[in-house]
């Protein structure tokens, strides 16, 4: 990309949770924006949205939307995607992808910038953002796989219904006041909006985070080892995923094992991990200290805690992973992404 | 034990969650009965508990309680069972211990009457029964262990307040309610109530059940790992957990990773779980069945689901356990060994 003192910026999605914190991060870092498009389905055109003091009208997502846009941040599901990415990667913008659908596109980048930076210059035209789950595992990963290798990843997730957009969340509040006040509870979005067969979230472990594939694993759990070995660029890592949605608005928590490919010292793992970017580690049993979602809302970091030695096997750790789903899992890592491009832009 | 028509049964505890699902048992199992003695702390002694439409007062436990008792099934904490106990095994009564207190004496068995109902009858007056969280894996694993053999399992659970008592339940749902009106939150009992440092439950997740040990694994982990190696009676099962406490009231979820000693066929293993006396498969991710949580509450059975072979390791599978922590979990594992001793009673 030609450096420029400030970009044109298109959100495509600016209503949904994602948009809305995109949104928020260009103004909060104060990215250097000249003129910014905020783009949504019919439904939302004409709406308004603050952003630094002025009122930007949200329009509708064309492809005639994209001209003279530099950048065109994504999150507007897998559709929209599919259908309007290829106009603006031709137009020349770059398009930062936040759905799933060119993560596993061997032309796209899939990238994490503290993991695999240097992929997003082999993009043309789309760079893709991993799945949530996966980004907030793989930051914690990164200094273990460098240091030691990783043979072996059992992921289980308890993953915020935020991930699953604005309405999963009103549903989860909804629902959670009909238990309180021993009223029938309403069902219509959880687990999966596409799919006719809804469940109570609020008070309840759902163990269903988006479609079934026939090996019996999700699509998300496959996310989560398809993305995890293409972000590593190592097919060899072995990952095996259990996702699950748990009544929580934002934050995602993961219980981790990873099996290492050499033994290794509990001391430097956590200074590794102290010392990564954008990872903090909470982690002081006797002060019962450690990563909540609750607390990792609204920050961009990935918390790391419960780090401590496999009984079993001499070369596993196990460890409490956390982050806001819809920062560093979402509209962070795609604002990042844009913002390291920036920096190399010549 | 000598049989009799009607036995006299002692609650010990029989205001707490545990306790009072005891004594809904008792009735509606139509237990045979002849004296009902409830016992508590001096806070509860004189209130008044229904039982087959006779109120029973509730009595101070003391060691004079329980002459001419037969079982006494106790759920009032560890340090009364430790006091407590020795008193009523010596008075010729069975002890049925629900607390922490004597689960790895190696004179006391710890018994899940579907999994080793032969350790029944080695008690010396005291019978332990496991932790919730391990009883309703132990029910999944049992008919592995017993085609295959288990050489590893991996477990997070998604637990229950209700495990930590009536006033878990309702530290639920007053910070649920304080979260939903913007007000601020208290907290009082959770994650531990013996501890000082105190965390929220509504719309989190916290991955600490009882105290940390040096290793870094709460009492809670190191009980699955202890009890599954003495239920089964093999120390070289490999265990490793995460026990977490999400805001669910009743029932607990795991998600649990085993890796089998030999190679299985997954029908063949889906065939062993159905014919599994007390487990209820139920598994169709196409019509987006499996177990839950809410599903589960209220009812006597283990239900699994998930079924699916690892990814990765030949002889692992992946499945999801669910059952309600005071029934299965607790209040009827108790229950029925009591019934087992009456059933073989000479």
């Known amino acids: 990309?030609?450096?420029?003192?400030?970009?044109?910026?298109?959100?495509v999605g600016a209503t949904g949770?994602?948009?809305?914190?995109?949104?928020?991060?260009?103004?909060?870092?104060?990215?250097?924006?000249?003129?910014?498009?905020?783009?949504?389905?019919?439904?939302?055109?004409?709406?308004?949205?603050?952003?630094?003091?002025?009122?930007?009208v949200i329009e509708e997502a064309t492809p005639e939307s994209f001209d003279d846009?530099?950048?065109?941040?994504?999150?507007?599901?897998?559709?929209?995607?599919?259908?309007?990415?290829?106009?603006?990667?031709?137009?020349?913008?770059?398009?930062?992808?936040?759905?799933?659908?060119?993560?596993?596109?061997?032309?796209?980048?899939?990238?994490?910038?503290e993991v695999n930076p240097e992929e997003i210059f082999k993009h043309q035209g789309i760079i893709a953002n991993p799945n949530c789950s996966?980004?907030?595992?793989v930051m914690a990963l990164k200094p273990l796989y460098d240091h030691f290798g990783i043979e072996r990843i059992i992921v289980s997730t308890y993953q915020a219904v935020s991930g699953a957009g604005n309405q999963a969340i009103q549903e989860l509040k909804q629902q959670s006041k009909q238990v309180l006040n021993g009223e029938e509870v309403s069902k219509a979005i959880l687990p999966v909006g596409s799919l006719p067969i809804k469940k109570q979230i609020a008070f309840n472990a759902i163990p269903q985070i988006d479609v079934f594939e026939e090996n019996g694993f999700t699509l998300e759990e496959m996310k989560m080892v398809r993305e995890t070995k293409k972000?590593?660029?190592?097919?060899?890592?072995?990952?095996?995923?259990?996702?699950?949605?748990?009544?929580?608005?934002?934050?995602?928590?993961?219980?981790?094992?990873?099996?290492?490919?050499?033994?290794?010292?509990?001391?430097?793992?956590?200074?590794?991990?102290?010392?990564?970017?954008?990872?903090?580690?909470?982690?002081?049993?006797?002060?019962?200290?450690?990563?909540?979602?609750?607390?990792?809302?609204?920050?961009?970091?990935?918390?790391?805690?419960?780090?401590?030695?496999?009984?079993?096997?001499?070369?596993?750790l196990n460890m409490w992973v956390v982050s806001d789903n819809l920062l560093k899992g979402a509209a962070w890592n795609a604002v990042q992404i844009a913002e390291e491009i920036i920096k190399n832009a010549k």
């Open 1 to 11: 990309m030609r450096k420029k003192s400030k970009y044109n910026v298109a959100v």
């Open 231 to 316: 972000i590593f660029g190592d097919s060899s890592i072995k990952v095996t995923a259990t996702c699950v949605r748990i009544p929580v608005v934002y934050g995602h928590s993961e219980s981790v094992y990873v099996e290492l490919k050499q033994s290794y010292d509990l001391k430097q793992v956590i200074e590794l991990l102290k010392s990564a970017s954008g990872v903090v580690v909470i982690d002081d049993p006797l002060q019962q200290e450690y990563p909540l979602a609750i607390d990792a809302a609204g920050k961009l970091e990935v918390f790391v805690g419960r780090i401590r030695r496999d009984l079993d096997h001499p070369n596993a």
């Open 69 to 113: 846009i530099d950048f065109a941040l994504f999150s507007a599901g897998g559709k929209t995607s599919k259908y309007l990415a290829p106009y603006v990667a031709q137009s020349g913008a770059i398009v930062i992808d936040n759905s799933n659908a060119f993560r596993m596109d061997p032309n796209v980048p899939l990238v994490v910038p």
């Open 17 to 56: 949770a994602v948009g809305q914190q995109m949104i928020h991060l260009l103004e909060k870092r104060n990215f250097p924006i000249d003129r910014l498009k905020l783009l949504a389905s019919s439904r939302s055109k004409g709406k308004v949205v603050p952003f630094k003091g002025h009122d930007v």
């Open 134 to 137: 996966t980004i907030q595992m």
